[in-house]
Structures are given as C-alpha cells and as structure tokens.
C-alpha cells in the first residue's frame, strides 16, 4: 500500500510526471483500483522533488488539488450510480467488503467530516466518496468538505516536503525516516480500528495461521 522506498518513490515521481501524478491521486481518491496506491508519501516526496527544481511548486499543489477533487467526485457519482447494492458485491481484486464497512464505521462516528478525515488516512480515503455517494448524502455538502479536505491534503503534505527541502541542509539523507513516520502516522488510525475489532483480528489471525500451515 504505503510502504515504498524513498528511492522508488522518487524513481515513480520522475518517470510518470505530472500526468502520472495526476492518475494516482485520481485513482486513490475514489476508484477501487486506487486503495493500494502510495498517497501521503508520494505528495510529501513530490513536494521534497519541487524543492529540488525538479518539479514546480506552483503546478504540483494545483495539479494535486484538483485530482483530490475529481477523484473523490468519481468516487461520489459510482457510490450514488450503485447505491445500497455495493455491500452485495463479492469480494474480488480490487474489491475488500471489510474495508467497506470499516469506512461505514467510520462514517457512523464522524459524519461529513468523515471526507477531510479520510484524505489522511489510507484505504478509508478511497472508500469514503463513495459512500457519501451511496448514502445520497446532497452533493453541495459533499463538494464542500471535498475541496477542504483536497486542499489541507495537497497544500498540507505536499508543501511540508517542499519546504523540508528548502530549509533543511542536505534533506535528502532524513528524507525516508520521514517518509516512514508519514507512513506509520497515517495508517495508525486503520490499524488501531483492526485491532480493536475482534473479528477483524481473528480473521487476519486466520489468514496468516493458513499461509503459515499452508
């Protein structure tokens, strides 16, 4: 998901450009085959990569905001399109109906708010345009905590890895540990959720017990 190198990260950014960036955070945002995709870290090294006049601020923060916005409006107009019959999917590649539910969950407990929460945390950030969709929440409430959250999460993480490479010497060499405290930070929240539910536990429990004795 999150856990890729500083230096694929950096190999990733270089190769795609813009475009590139573009689609991944289209597709984290609000498709299916998106919730596997590095977010965080890959806006945090864009921003480091700005900094180092390989790529321009000024396009990055803009070009990542819009694709928030348009990812998660996809997002939206699929959950609202399928309705209520997406929890009867089967569960196939690109398609967990526990990270789902996990997202309903966290629904429940914090509302509309749940779409700027989510932009920080992995899996949920794919999962929670589209049930804003399926629940029919009205669109000008969901467009309105959409550009906020787009824009703490594009302008947030992305300027903080700029600015690490502008005014830290040799930024380069501290640049993975923060990667990897992003990483740890912005999944801690997922992880606490499954550890807490003991179903989810057990069933991860079951997983790795049958690949062990497999």
Request: aromatic share 14%; glycine share 10%; proline share 4%.
């Amino acid at each position: 998901m999150e856990f890729i190198t500083n230096l694929d990260l950096q190999t990733l950014i270089t190769t795609v450009g813009y475009v590139g960036l573009f689609a991944i955070v289209t597709a984290e945002s609000g498709l299916f085959i998106g919730f596997f995709l590095p977010g965080d870290s890959l806006l945090f090294t864009s921003g480091f990569l700005a900094s180092q006049n390989i790529l321009n601020i000024w396009i990055l923060i803009p070009l990542i905001f819009i694709a928030a916005i348009v990812g998660d409006s996809i997002g939206y107009a699929f959950g609202k399109h399928i309705g209520p019959r997406i929890f009867t999917r089967d569960d196939s590649l690109f398609f967990n109906k526990k990270h789902l539910i996990r997202t309903q969950a966290f629904y429940e407990k914090h509302g509309g708010k749940t779409i700027i929460l989510a932009r920080f945390m992995p899996i949920v950030r794919t999962f929670a345009p589209i049930l804003a969709g399926v629940g029919n929440m009205k669109y000008s409430n969901f467009l309105f905590y959409n550009i906020t959250g787009g824009m703490l999460w594009s302008g947030g993480l992305t300027g903080m890895g700029y600015l690490l490479g502008k005014t830290i010497p040799n930024a380069d060499k501290y640049l993975l540990p923060i990667i990897l405290l992003i990483i740890v930070i912005s999944v801690s929240p997922t992880a606490y959720h499954v550890l807490k539910d003991k179903e989810l536990r057990d069933d991860i429990m079951n997983k790795i017990k049958a690949k062990l004795y497999k």
